[in-house]
């Protein structure tokens, strides 16, 4: 994003998966639709991120087992790998919590738990510094 561009809204999901941070965004690219991942790391997680009409998908997936819960405490046990939509105050529908749910979080969420066949758990949106709301959801994959 822009260095001007301030992240307004971030919805967090979790999932558990044994593959690598490139193998799985690989796949989720394909799923999405999005554009390849760039890749980047620090200390305790590495994670890929890709931009498209001003919403971030990013994806992180810490070094350590049970780093997610230690970072964020809303992350439920045993997910490894976060995925996190932010946008940003130049994307049009950024202060839209509903329809960003509606169009983005449900969406993106079911497709993961299908193409990865896992569940996926919205656990935390969060409206700025110190705004959190916690999120109880799962998706599961579709039987079919």
């Not at 964020?72 to 046990?77: A, E, I, N, R």
């Not at 976060?82 to 049009?92: N, R």
Request: glycine share 6%.
């Amino acid at each position: 994003m822009a260095q001007n561009t301030l992240p307004v809204l971030m919805e967090h999901m979790s999932v558990r998966s044994s593959l690598t941070l490139r193998k799985f965004c690989s796949r989720l690219a394909r799923a999405l639709g999005l554009p390849g991942f760039a890749f980047d790391s620090e200390n305790e997680t590495e994670w890929g991120l890709v931009v498209v009409d001003g919403v971030e998908y990013n994806v992180s997936r810490p070094y350590k087992p049970s780093m997610l819960q230690q970072l964020d405490s809303t992350t439920p046990d045993g997910c490894n790998i976060s995925v996190s939509i932010v946008l940003y105050s130049g994307c049009a529908r950024a202060n839209d919590h509903v329809w960003v749910a509606d169009n983005l979080v449900v969406p993106v969420s079911l497709k993961i738990c299908n193409e990865f066949k896992t569940d996926v758990y919205y656990h935390r949106t969060w409206f700025g510094p110190g705004k959190n709301v916690p999120r109880h959801e799962v998706y599961r994959p579709s039987e079919t």
